[in-house]
């Protein structure tokens, strides 16, 4: 129980909170301060930062404020958590992070004979390239030579943002491809696949489950009492129980868990609001869909297999918002 509860103070500070909700505010905010509303690669992100803003500050507001949501219900408190955020980050790589095949292989555990069963490990790769394959298809569309990257003044002053230090005004984002200066096609694709895939599945994967998990304390507790075990003879049940949350702490945790892991947007690649309307990316958007379908329909029949033992529904597109509005 105190590993898990270690484990959910990383979780709801770096995965949760610093590498989705608050990564993805700086480059909304960046975005909107250097591509204009008629620019291509606004229109292609736009749908993937609706309601974030608007849950990011109702959440400083409600959940991680002085005497709040956080202080009551984790071990950590607020200013734990803006210090694990803070320390994590500092480590945090678009390039490596926002990818999921290249975060996993990281790991040690993108190899199928290595541990055969990791549905996040596929569902997410799967997910991932059906993104990335609908913004290859438009980014390349937009940018069919190299003059043009090279002379779109907003794509290059939203990319110099990107990685400009917090001191001086910026996201400062590492593992940006390019550094801060686009000079072809493939950093675009990257960058902007990576940030499509953090909003939507991304996000996913780190709040949908939050239930699921925090909601019996004993299974994964965001909050203990009493002083972490040196030794692991010698204890009774009742130390085990005097050490798990009070009824009303464990009741606010179900509560919040429960409404985070709500779903009350449109599915990935069903946008709220259309704002591209060529037929390219016209066609991109519903290939997108019908790539989702197909994966969608192979999720499923892997989690109703009476050879799955533990069922993985977090990443089937169609529980997968457009954007973190939650």
Request: with cysteine.
């Amino acid at each position: 129980m105190w590993y898990n509860n270690a484990d959910a103070a990383y979780h709801q500070s770096c995965t949760h909170l610093g590498f989705t909700h608050l990564m993805m505010e700086g480059i909304a905010v960046c975005t909107h301060r250097n591509l204009s509303p008629s620019h291509p690669l606004f229109k292609l992100l736009a749908p993937h930062f609706l309601f974030l803003l608007a849950i990011n500050t109702r959440g400083l507001q409600k959940l991680i404020n002085p005497g709040g949501w956080v202080d009551k219900t984790t071990t950590m408190g607020c200013n734990g958590m803006f210090e694990i955020v803070k320390r994590g980050v500092k480590a945090w790589r678009l390039d490596v992070h926002a990818v999921p095949a290249v975060e996993i292989a990281r790991r040690g555990v993108l190899d199928k004979t290595v541990l055969p069963y990791y549905p996040y490990r596929d569902d997410a790769v799967a997910v991932y390239e059906a993104i990335e394959k609908y913004v290859k298809s438009m980014v390349e569309h937009f940018y069919d030579s190299p003059e043009k990257v090279e002379e779109d003044g907003e794509l290059q002053s939203w990319a110099a943002e990107l990685v400009k230090s917090k001191k001086r005004g910026g996201c400062g984002i590492r593992g940006v491809p390019g550094n801060g200066k686009f000079t072809d096609v493939e950093q675009i694709i990257v960058t902007m696949t990576a940030i499509i895939s953090t909003c939507s599945l991304g996000h996913a994967a780190a709040n949908f489950n939050q239930y699921d998990e925090y909601g019996f304390p004993p299974n994964y507790p965001g909050i203990l009492c009493g002083q972490v075990p040196t030794q692991k003879v010698g204890f009774t049940e009742k130390n085990i129980f005097d050490q798990l949350p009070s009824r009303s702490v464990t009741l606010d945790t179900m509560v919040v868990t429960r409404l985070l892991s709500s779903r009350g947007t449109q599915a990935l690649g069903d946008f709220e609001v259309q704002y591209l309307y060529d037929p390219v990316s016209v066609s991109a958007a519903k290939q997108l869909r019908q790539d989702l379908r197909s994966i969608s329909e192979a999720i499923r029949k892997r989690n109703q297999s009476p050879h799955t033992k533990f069922p993985y529904p977090w990443l089937d597109p169609d529980g997968i918002p457009n954007s973190i509005s939650i």
